[in-house]
């Protein structure tokens, strides 16, 4: 019975998995299904040790196995789930890696059963030829499980380094920006990096740049997010200061939140907006040049942000994201820049169309730039776009 769970509860996360990736929906349920996957294989260990099936040596060898890889890996992710600190995130998918390279043994303690049971039967027509059949199934399983463990390990290797080596280069980036960190009235902190500009004056108004980044940046360090947000990176070069003097604002988003835009994910789209009052009430800031800048995770959150608080900005460069169609009416009259790749795997493009269509049906005219044959990495394109920060720039609120 608790194997029948595992098989539902494994088919259910398959499921979601599968159309997270290929319509970016349901992503809210990975963090329920994934969990519920592990939970009953612990479950179905259990069983395996004290039931019947418990009697065989091999059996229950297998159910000991089982109990305390899947044990390791709830803990792991339980773990994972509630860290702030990426030098933790990075050692807890090392162990993750060993826990998987344990879990390509696996197979071995079923095949010794099947063995084990093979010569207590000691049947005179036993189909020799079946139970070859079997054995070589068993081994092609365990080769299988064995070598894509190793692909996981090695990935998640390359991983924690890529994720080791980002946090250091971003612990550079961000040395320009002042760190602050902002809690809202709900309780929700987001740690931000803040640049003022060049001889700031307080008694001149600047414009303010909203920068959000991309999926990568999720965190607590307030360093990852000046490495996700490209621009943030552009704008805070002294050639750009010197042109385009304005408040340069790059929230962190706290992991398992979003920005917004993204169905069934919580998001701190209003934090962010409380951040933004705090900081006008501190600087001096013309409230009708905010702009936003967003790619990926940040494009959604750049078509959520004008979606809901669209006489709050003064402009708008969703980059390869997704808004809601329906809320097209709220941003006709918000100046939008829109970018996407047409090969993009991540986040389809027709996410793009879709709110460039909608918002012109609406009476809007929102300009948009789709590269062809181009994916998800698209930044370099729409930094050479000639034009685009002088574009935004003479963007003011009427």
């Known amino acids: 019975m608790l194997a029948l769970v ?19 929906f349901l992503e809210g349920l990975f963090r329920y299904t994934y969990p519920l996957v592990l939970i009953s294989v612990v479950l179905y260990s259990i069983s395996l040790i004290f039931s019947n099936a418990g009697r065989r ?12 890889l899947g044990s390791i890996q709830l803990l792991l992710y339980i773990w994972n789930l509630n860290t702030e600190n990426v ?78 080596n980002r946090l250091e280069r971003a612990k550079v980036l961000a040395q320009p920006f002042e760190a602050r960190t902002h809690v809202g009235s709900q309780g929700i902190k987001i740690p931000y990096r803040l640049l003022k500009p060049v001889d700031y004056d307080p008694n001149k108004a600047y414009p303010l740049v909203i920068g959000l980044h991309h999926g990568g940046g999720h965190g607590t360090d307030n360093a990852l997010q000046i490495e996700s947000s490209p621009y943030a990176q552009i704008l805070s070069e002294n050639e750009y200061r010197r042109n385009y003097p304005a408040f340069i604002f790059v929230p962190q988003c706290p992991p398992g939140f979003t920005w917004g835009g993204i169905p069934n994910q919580p998001d701190v789209a209003k934090v962010v907006f409380e951040a933004v009052d705090a900081l006008e009430k501190e600087f001096s800031i013309d409230e009708k040049r905010r702009y936003v800048i967003g790619l990926s995770m940040g494009g959604y959150g750049s078509w959520h942000f004008i979606s809901v608080r669209p006489k709050m900005f003064a402009a708008a460069i969703p980059i390869c994201g997704g808004g809601n169609p329906d809320l097209a009416q709220n941003i006709i009259n918000v100046p939008i820049w829109a970018f996407h790749g047409e090969k993009d795997r991540s986040v389809p493009v027709s996410l793009s169309r879709d709110m460039i269509k ?3 049906d ?9 590269f062809s044959s181009a994916g998800h990495d698209i930044w370099n394109q729409v930094n050479s776009t000639e034009g685009l920060l002088d574009w935004v720039f003479e963007q003011s609120l009427e």
Do not use: D
Request: positive net charge; contains cysteine; proline residues 3%.
């Open 87 to 164: 030098q933790v995130i990075i050692a807890l998918q090392k162990v993750r890696s060993w826990n998987l390279l344990a879990e390509s043994l696996l197979p071995i303690p079923f095949i010794m059963n099947f063995l084990s049971e093979k010569r207590k039967l000691e049947i005179k027509n036993w189909n020799s030829i079946l139970s070859n059949v079997l054995i070589g199934f068993l081994l092609i399983t365990g080769i299988a499980v064995t070598t894509t463990s190793f692909v996981l390990i090695k990935n998640s290797f390359r991983f924690s380094e890529n994720l080791n």
């Open 57 to 68: 040596p091999w059996l229950k060898t297998a159910g000991v196995f089982i109990f305390v």
């Open 362 to 370: 609406a009476g809007g005219n929102p300009q948009y730039t789709e």
């Open 6 to 24: 595992y098989v539902i509860s494994l088919v259910c996360h398959f499921i979601v998995i599968y159309t997270m990736m290929s319509a970016r």
């Open 358 to 360: 909608a918002i012109r």
